[in-house]
């Protein structure tokens, strides 16, 4: 019973009489719940995605879908349409096919990112203590005891895991890795992913990460003394250049003549940026080329994983774009009111991201989860 050609689904949830005179009540539409007036999939659609991508608060969606669809409708009612939805992929069992999905797939990226939650019982930003996981990249400022969403991806973008983590301490990030997954993981230099790897195929650091590292170093000086660093970023991106090349040629792996002159080339201007800068003075700790020449040296292995094994890519940068949304949406609403709507809010975010990206709509995938019908994330092809 939809107004517009059905666009807008009226439910009463009112009783119908029979020819027995029996009193029976209509099933719902998608989208609507019996014992009230409720609207159909294309308001709840609204409604989501104005909230979840839009990062429209709920009060100014309403009155935006007042203004497009002629229906007035409560801020707190935009409110529920995503709790709704998340319920609904909750009990259809979203998050097990997800993590199920991952855990098979070779390589996996991630990321996390700060975010401002105002529950008073949510863990908040402290000090910094001693014996916290470093962040060599040093992207973010927060002490990683403050909440946090952790952003796993497949290297192609077709599956998006999306978590709200209490804080980024190595215990909670470890938590958010499917517990099944054994394959290659790429991060971004953040050690709270090490204690992993005896689980792991192994951990690819990303090649971007460490570029703007070394470029902050080259431009330290004195005069050249810091080209060093300007060497890696090429050894690195020759590195992937061949890498490239390789896999055009239907190869899995570089030549062993090949990458042995790469690392060894590797090896020379890392050792002659440790030499260079052990006894520099600096404001602050060691000098920044010793201790990305230190990091360098011991993290050799993760750097060149993606040369000897294909399914790894070499940057993060599809888990860092999967952390723009979390970021865009705190920059424009400011906050989430507590550890639970963060996590509606990523759920929402994960099925939408997913599901899109796999030919569907929004209100194709929306409809369905309101039918309790949500697109589930394929299971990898066994090998």
Same mark, same amino acid.
């Not at 707190?76 to 997800?98: H, I, N, P, T």
């Not at 054994?182 to 951990?203: C, F, K």
């Given at each position: ?48 995605v104005l909230t979840a991508y839009g990062n429209v608060p709920p009060e100014r969606a309403a009155q935006v879908m007042a203004m497009l669809l002629g229906v007035p409708v409560s ?39 700060p975010v401002n939650v105002l529950d008073k019982n949510a863990a908040q930003p402290a000090a910094r203590e001693e014996g916290d996981e470093q962040d060599p990249d040093g992207k ?93 970023? +090429? ?10 090349? @390789?896999? /055009?040629? &239907?190869? !899995? %792996? $570089?030549? *062993? ?85 963060? +996590? ?10 997913? @599901?899109? /990206?796999? &030919?569907? !709509? %929004? $209100?194709? *995938? ?18």
């Open positions: 019973m939809g107004r517009g050609g059905g666009a807008i689904d009226g439910y009463s949830g009112r009783p119908e009489a029979t020819a027995l005179t029996v009193t029976s009540f209509a099933d719902p539409p998608p989208g609507a719940h019996a014992g009230s007036v409720s609207y159909g999939a294309v308001l709840n659609a609204a409604a989501v801020a707190g009612w935009v409110d529920k349409a995503s709790g709704r939805l998340a319920a609904q992929l909750g009990q259809a069992g979203f998050d097990e096919a997800m993590l199920a999905a991952l855990a098979g797939q070779d390589a996996l990226a991630a990321d996390e990112t973010e400022k927060t002490a990683p005891g403050a909440p946090h969403v952790l952003i796993v991806r497949t290297p192609d973008g077709r599956l998006t895991w999306l978590q709200a983590l209490a804080s980024r301490r190595k215990g909670d990030v470890a938590a958010g890795i499917p517990a099944a997954f054994t394959g290659l993981l790429m991060t971004d230099g953040y050690t709270g992913y090490q204690h992993l790897l005896s689980r792991l195929a192994g951990i690819q650091q990303c090649c971007q990460h460490i570029i703007r590292r070394c470029r902050a170093v080259t431009k330290l000086g004195p005069g050249g003394l810091q080209s060093w660093a300007g060497d890696v970023i +090429a050894i690195l991106r020759e590195a992937h250049q061949a890498v490239g090349d @390789a896999r /055009a040629r &239907g190869s !899995t %792996a $570089l030549g *062993a003549d090949l990458l042995g002159k790469l690392r060894e080339r590797y090896d020379t201007a890392v050792s002659s940026g440790i030499i260079h800068n052990r006894l520099r003075d600096w404001h602050e700790g060691n000098h920044p080329g010793y201790a990305l020449g230190c990091w360098l040296r011991d993290y050799k292995e993760q750097v060149f994983l993606f040369t000897r094994d294909f399914a790894a890519d070499w940057t993060t940068n599809v888990a860092e774009r999967g952390a723009k949304a979390a970021k865009r949406h705190q920059a424009v609403s400011g906050y989430w009111h507590t550890l639970a709507t963060l +996590a509606r809010w990523c759920r929402i975010r994960s099925y939408l991201d997913s @599901a899109t /990206a796999h &030919g569907l !709509t %929004a $209100l194709d *995938a929306i409809r369905g989860a309101l039918a309790s019908k949500p697109w589930l994330p394929p299971l990898p092809a066994a090998g």
